[in-house]
């Protein structure tokens, strides 16, 4: 992997949460990079710390939550070390997010075209008049007609899918260099999923965004995304580029969830299940956190010894016992 | 004309309350509309029963009773909506920081508020008063003090619930910062609570005014007041019970239909209605 003009650079972040019942390492020593333009799924069950790792990107962790260490190189800038005020130039403006939900994620009382000019005045030094032009141009990028008109109206006038391309619109307002998806299309009904999918992937693409697609469903990384991580209970425990990970999944927790997935079972067939649930985050094995569940577990080790970064690629790496060094 | 009060929410009670702040509003803009006499003026006798010339007839001093009420509208509502604007304007902050931010500061302030709360309203105002002297702009200052802590705790309830909501995260994922977030985007997203309590709190407001009054601790006289004509009507109660009567009588009305009012705008604003 080239560790040169990656425009992201995340290296051992930890972000943890200080409960009552004890801590919660939601996000455990994570590491990963982004590459200018690249899509970039991060993928895992509920829980798993994928949305933490987002918000943590943004410094948008409210206590009992704290991000404890790591860094996070934007640009060549460790942005962690960036205070409130500096954080704000970059919200929105450099680094954007998309929520899951488009029927609260969109202000109830403002217009569609307030809204999206709300970003752009608030980072960029143009006119009412000039934002409004824009706001008009990003809707009808996304694909809504007659976007002067709809600049008007109000969110409870759209439908779900045509929320969220308002979303993605005023995401891309400022013209970011990343936008974080962070379960973007769970919320809406399985066509329109792909067309705002496909409208993300035509705007990134054209405009150079990278994009970090953050979700639970294997299906629309396959489509979307250039390269994959696998997370699970706030450890990244496989990445590689999509083709290599569906193609040759190596993590045994990898391999359960391409398992699960109905398309690989005949009709009639019983769907497979990773045995065991995701374990409590706080109760977590001292070794690997799936070594209980693990089907190929080595006794005496897995559960007592973190697993190390094997590397099957120079882009494919997985965090596991089972591989020493590339060798199986 | 029946689709109108359908699509407004209107009933005949609301009516009622709707005329007689009509009333009210026009009584405290354009007195002269509804009185040629000046209520300050020693016209007549004293404590005439109403007539044609004294539509309510006169008071001790011989100044004339329907000119009194009349302006005393203004002095009343003065102070009514006065101290319920400073009372919004102080409990608003405080609400919405003590709900934004939360943590040391909402509990620190929610103390606070418990202290103001926790001592009898008229109490307050008396104690205030006894230091401040006894008129419209003290009374203004204590009532506001009295009331404000309520307000604050209904505008921090709101802020709680929805900072919760999608909206405010992604508004602050786009690089909003903290005051924004409290007075742009979650207040104005509680506004129709803030508005029906801001009717609740006049009601309570003119109640304390004619309270305070009555105890010869409000508006002083000569100026005319609801209540400090209250005050003034007990010596007279068996020679002209009117006197006593009818600024009781108008309070009573106003704080009903004040409350009538909020109760109205409490439906009417209700987002469980169907919108277009």
Not at chain 1, 82 to 108: C, V
Request: glycine fraction near 8%.
């Amino acid at each position: 992997m080239r560790e040169r003009g990656h425009i992201l650079e995340i290296t051992e972040l930890q972000t943890y949460f200080y409960v009552p019942e004890g801590v919660v390492k939601a996000v455990d020593r994570v590491s990963f990079n982004l590459a200018p333009g690249e899509i970039l799924g991060i993928v895992g069950e509920s829980g798993c710390g994928k949305s933490v790792t987002a918000l943590s990107i943004l410094q948008l962790i409210d206590p009992p939550g704290k991000i404890v260490s790591g860094q996070i190189l934007y640009a060549g800038e460790n942005i962690l070390e960036r205070n409130e005020k500096q954080m704000r130039g970059i919200r929105g403006k450099r680094i954007a997010m998309i929520f899951q939900d488009p029927m609260t994620s969109l202000n109830p009382l403002l217009t569609v075209g307030e809204q999206i000019t709300e970003t752009l005045l608030a980072h960029q030094k143009i006119d009412k008049k000039e934002a409004l032009g824009r706001a008009a141009v990003l809707l009808q990028n996304t694909g809504i007609p007659d976007p002067k008109r709809r600049l008007k109206e109000y969110p409870h006038q759209f439908s779900g899918g045509m929320r969220q391309r308002v979303m993605i619109a005023a995401a891309l307002a400022c013209d970011p260099d990343i936008i974080i998806a962070d379960e973007a299309t769970t919320a809406l009904d399985v066509t329109i999923q792909a067309q705002i999918l496909e409208i993300l992937q035509e705007l990134a693409r054209s405009t150079g965004t990278s994009v970090i697609l953050i979700t639970h469903d294997l299906g629309i990384v396959a489509e979307m995304c250039d390269r994959i991580l696998i997370m699970y209970t706030g450890r990244i425990i496989e990445q590689g580029r999509t083709k290599e990970i569906f193609d040759n999944p190596l993590h045994p927790y990898t391999r359960g969830l391409l398992d699960s997935l109905p398309e690989r079972r005949q009709r009639g067939e019983q769907l497979y299940n990773i045995r065991g649930v995701v374990p409590v985050p706080i109760e977590l094995p001292s070794g690997c956190h799936f070594s209980d569940r693990c089907e190929r577990m080595i006794e005496g080790t897995c559960e007592r010894i973190q697993p190390p970064w094997s590397t099957a690629t120079e882009t494919h790496r997985v965090y596991c016992h089972l591989y020493q060094d590339g060798k199986q | 004309m029946n689709a109108f009060f359908k699509r407004y929410k209107i009933r005949g009670i609301y009516l009622f309350a709707f005329a007689v702040l009509l009333l009210i509003v026009l009584m405290t803009l354009v007195p002269g509309l509804f009185t040629g006499h000046d209520p300050y003026e020693l016209m007549s006798d004293d404590l005439l029963p109403p007539s044609r010339q004294h539509l309510l007839g006169t008071d001790e001093l011989g100044r004339d009773l329907f000119a009194r009420i009349v302006y005393g509208t203004r002095n009343t509502m003065y102070v009514g909506l006065g101290s319920s604007l400073l009372a919004v304007l102080i409990g608003i902050p405080i609400g919405l920081a003590a709900g934004y931010i939360g943590g040391a500061l909402d509990s620190v302030l929610m103390r606070i508020l418990d202290a103001f709360m926790s001592f009898p309203a008229i109490l307050l105002a008396v104690l205030i008063i006894s230091v401040t002297g006894a008129n419209a702009n003290a009374l203004i200052v204590t009532i506001a003090v009295v009331n404000f802590p309520r307000f604050a705790r209904i505008v921090r309830g709101n802020t709680l619930y929805i900072k919760r909501i999608d909206y405010v995260e992604a508004t602050r994922t786009f690089g909003a910062g903290r005051t924004y977030l409290m007075f742009r985007t979650i207040l104005t997203n509680c506004l129709s609570p803030i508005v029906v309590q801001f009717t609740l709190l006049v009601a309570v407001a003119i109640l304390i005014e004619a309270s305070m009054s009555f105890l010869g601790l409000g508006i002083q006289p000569p100026v005319p007041a609801w209540g400090s004509m209250l005050h003034t009507a007990q010596l007279y109660l068996r020679k002209a019970w009117w006197y006593a009567f009818i600024p009781g009588f108008m309070i009573f009305v106003v704080v009903y239909s004040m409350n009538i009012f909020g109760d109205w705008l409490r439906d009417f604003t209700d987002p469980k209605k169907r919108s277009r």
